[in-house]
Each structure stands twice: as C-alpha cells, then as structure tokens.
C-alpha cells in the first residue's frame, strides 16, 4: 500500500513547468513505483489564465493566486519555475516560511540569492532542491554532491552553456560566421532575444560557482575569476585551431593546484580527439576528476522542456521519499571548514594560442618573440602563412596572421606580454588570446 499522495504546485507552467506536469500526469504509475506514492499537482500558478497550455489538468488547479499555494498546508512542496529574479526570490522566501520545500531550476536566482534562500530553508526546516540549475537534464548536482562523495574532486571540465556550445559547432563544422551561426541558435530558439548573458560567459559562470561550491565548500563570485565569452571569435580562430589539432569550446574549468582552486570560463583550445572537443550542438558535458574513482565522464542535453523536466521531477522524487532532504542537511556539514582557497587569476596557469595580425616587414617576428621571451613565456610553435599576392600600395603595410602556440604561463606573464604587444606599432589591434586545456 503506497503512502498518502504528496500534493505539490507548479509555480510557473512555461516551458518547463509544462514538462514537469507532463511526466506527472503521462507516467502516474512510474512516479509511484519511484516515489512511493503518487505526486498530486494541487496547484500550477501563472500570470495569464487565458493562455493555452500544452498539458490536461484538472478544473481549479490552474490558477494566478500564489496565495492558494501559501495558504494551503497540504501543498508541502512547490517548484519554483518562473525564472528570473524577481519575484522569484520572495516568491521562494515566502514558500519556504510557509513550510514548503522548494525545487527551482533557477540559476540565476541560486547564484544571486542562494545565501539568503539556503539561510532560510534552514531557519523553517525545509529543504532547497535545484538538479536542473545545472547542466539541464545531466544529473549533475546529484553526481558532485552524493555520487562522488567518497572522492576528493581535484577537477573539472564542462561545456555548461548549450547556446555558446551551438554556435561554436555551427561555426566549426559549417564554417558559419559567428553573427550567422548566433541568428540561427536565436531562430531554433537556443538563443535569447538578448543572449548576452550566454555568449559572454556569464551563465557558465554562474553554472560553474554552484558546482564548485558543492565540489570544493568555497563560495567564489564570479567577479573572483576569469570570465569571457565566445563573442569576439572569429571564423579564422576556429580554422587556425582546426589545423593545429583543436576544436575551440567555452570550458568552464575548476582544479586543484598545489591545494588551492584555479577557475575560469573562457574559450579553449581542446584536443579534436577528446570527448569535449565532440560534445557539438546545444549539448552540455562535464568531466568530473575525482581523487580515488579517477575521470568520470557525463554529457546530455543542457536544456529544453523535458530534459530539465526530467531533472526536476526527480527532485520531486527525492524529496518524496525524503532522499533530497538528507543531501540538503549533509550540505552542511561540508561547507566553510572544508573551503579551499582560490588562487589569485595572476598566478593561474595554461598554455596559450594566440593570433596576432602583424606587418609583414623584417624584424617584426623577432619583436614578437623577444616580447615574449623576456616575459619568460617559451614557444610551442608559430606559424605564419604566407601574404596572398597582392599588388602592394605605396605607403600601405602588408598584414599577415602570426599563430604563437605557448607552454604553460601564468595570466600575469601573459597579461603584460600582450601590454607590450599592444605597443609594438607592427601588430594590429584585435589580438586574440585563448588558453589551451591540459
Ligand atoms: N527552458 C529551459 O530549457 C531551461 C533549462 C534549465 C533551466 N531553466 C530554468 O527554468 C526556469 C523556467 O524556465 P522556462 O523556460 O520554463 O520559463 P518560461 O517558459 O518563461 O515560463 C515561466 C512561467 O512562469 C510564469 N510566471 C512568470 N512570472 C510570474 C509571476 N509573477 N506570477 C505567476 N507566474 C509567473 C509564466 O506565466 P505565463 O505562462 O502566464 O506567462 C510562465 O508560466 C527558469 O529559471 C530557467 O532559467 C530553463
């Protein structure tokens, strides 16, 4: 005999919430055989009532009066899936101190706001899950903050954001521009109208703070690491990387080094033959590095209704059978006393690649690589194709790519490298600067 239903509200039936009342209401039998007792929607709150919604759920339980979930003590878990924010954030306050606990798929919110909304789920007792703030339908949360548990993880590679993973795909394997692949992702709606957030870092960002913060108990803003996007790439970077044996990938990346935690997200150079070189399309993947399983390998799709949906309704699951409240408490008890401390973004090493467009004229190499030399960054290789043949305009330099291919330097080495380099009236503006994976 199977328990009494758990009743729950959907706050927020869009794209996602869609999904979750969809698996709910098309699997009954499933969620009770998982969760030992079926999983009532009692309430989906939205703004417009009028709206047609893709799911059949019965008379009364739409509704755009949050208080109907507040007021009502049999609805025990809500899941917050209105995006944004604000009121995202009182919205989860005021469940919380209704006594509800709370599953969201916002990250935004947890990046934002996770303090003071972790803070009050403990103050009333209730529990946060948020599976799906991270890497969509890859259960990621659970892999870090249970599966690997018996591991130290000294390290992690991810492909976090499924937009800016697009675009590079298309422009590698369709030789797209940057501007048309972004228009394509914004029309097969990958792609925000405004999908700044996506394609300069941010996302992966704020991704890569929740994970590190479960990984590692260190709490690190985003404002604390390096952070660019994919948004000053060019067709030629990924042709320059393609011939050097790289696909170009926006890697959110987090290790140990010498006991401290090196962090960035930023365009890499990867191996073609390495799994994250061929994650392609709106996919996201992570490689976990754990101290006593070694490397363990997930990819999935990032985003879109149903696999978030999955990663959600699993969350509901968990906190069913009152697994999820288990994970939140032992949260606790890694936390501040287990915090590694971040190495300063100076002193953060990688290989580089860099592409200057230098004057074809003598001396000019020489300049470059002395630059480099007295900054104590030793060369890989360096390349530079030949000028086309073109008649040449009197008074005007001929400018050619110069492909510089470093070992390991620090960013501080790096930085007053490219000082100097920007001085040098031979090299171009517009160099671009991209670290290479291990
Ligand atoms: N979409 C994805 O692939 C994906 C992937 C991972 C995580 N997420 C996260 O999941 C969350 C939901 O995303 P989504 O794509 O499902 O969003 P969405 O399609 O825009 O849906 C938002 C829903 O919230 C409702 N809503 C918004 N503001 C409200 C308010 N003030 N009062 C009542 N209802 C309100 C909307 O009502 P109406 O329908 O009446 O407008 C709508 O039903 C976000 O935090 C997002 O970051 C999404």
Redesign the pocket.
């Known amino acids: 005999m199977s328990l009494p239903a758990l009743n729950l509200a959907i706050?927020?039936?869009?794209?996602?919430?869609?999904?979750v009342a969809r698996i709910l209401t098309e699997h009954p039998e499933r969620i009770v055989r998982r969760a030992g007792r079926p999983v009532a929607i009692k309430k989906a709150?939205?703004?417009?009532?009028t709206?047609p919604?893709d799911v059949q759920l019965p008379a009364g339980v739409l509704t755009?009066d949050?208080d109907s979930v507040i007021k009502d003590p049999e609805i025990t878990v809500a899941v917050?899936?209105?995006?944004?924010l604000h009121?995202?954030r009182e919205?989860v306050l005021a469940l919380l101190a209704a006594g509800k606990d709370v599953v969201?798929?916002?990250?935004?919110?947890l990046h934002e706001y996770g303090d003071e909304i972790f803070a009050a789920a403990r103050e009333h007792g209730r529990t946060i899950a948020f599976e799906?703030?991270v890497a969509?339908g890859i259960p990621i949360i659970a892999a870090v903050g249970q599966s690997m548990s018996a591991n130290q993880i000294v390290g992690l590679q991810a492909i976090l954001n499924g937009t800016s993973n697009y675009i590079l795909s298309e422009m590698l394997l369709h030789q797209k521009s940057y501007q048309s692949a972004l228009s394509q992702a914004q029309a097969l709606g990958y792609a925000e109208a405004d999908p700044s957030l996506d394609v300069n870092g941010t996302d992966a960002a704020q991704k890569l703070g929740i994970l590190v913060q479960l990984a590692f108990g260190t709490k690190v803003p985003t404002a604390a690491f390096h952070v660019s996007g994919i948004d000053k790439l060019e067709q030629t970077d990924i042709q320059q990387a393609t011939a050097l044996g790289y696909a170009i990938k926006l890697l959110a990346t987090a290790k140990l080094v010498d006991g401290k935690l090196q962090m960035s997200v930023r365009p890499t150079l990867v191996r073609k033959d390495r799994p994250l070189a061929q994650t392609h399309g709106p996919f996201n993947a992570v490689l976990l590095d754990g101290d006593v399983v070694g490397s363990v390998w997930y990819s999935g799709r990032?985003?879109?209704?149903l696999?978030?949906a999955s990663?959600?309704t699993a969350d509901i699951i968990d906190l069913a059978i009152g697994r999820a409240q288990l994970t939140f408490k032992q949260l606790d008890l890694w936390g501040e006393s287990s915090a590694v401390p971040v190495l300063p973004e100076s002193e953060t090493y990688s290989r580089y690649f860099m592409r200057l467009i230098v004057e074809d004229r003598p001396h000019v190499m020489a300049d470059v690589t002395d630059i480099l030399g007295r900054n104590n960054i030793s060369l890989s290789s360096v390349i530079q194709p030949e000028a086309p043949e073109v008649e040449a305009t009197a008074g005007v330099a001929q400018v050619v790519p110069l492909i510089i291919m470093t070992h390991r330097a620090t960013t501080g080495q790096i930085a007053s490298a490219d000082a100097e380099l920007a001085k040098l009236s031979t090299v171009r503006p517009g160099r671009v600067l991209l670290a290479v994976a291990d």
Do not use: H, I, Y
């Open positions: 706050v927020g039936l869009g794209n996602v919430g869609t999904g709150v939205v703004r417009d009532l709206k919604r755009a949050l917050e899936l209105m995006g944004g009121p995202a919205v969201t798929a916002n990250k935004a919110l799906a703030a969509g990032g985003a879109g209704q696999p978030t990663a959600v």
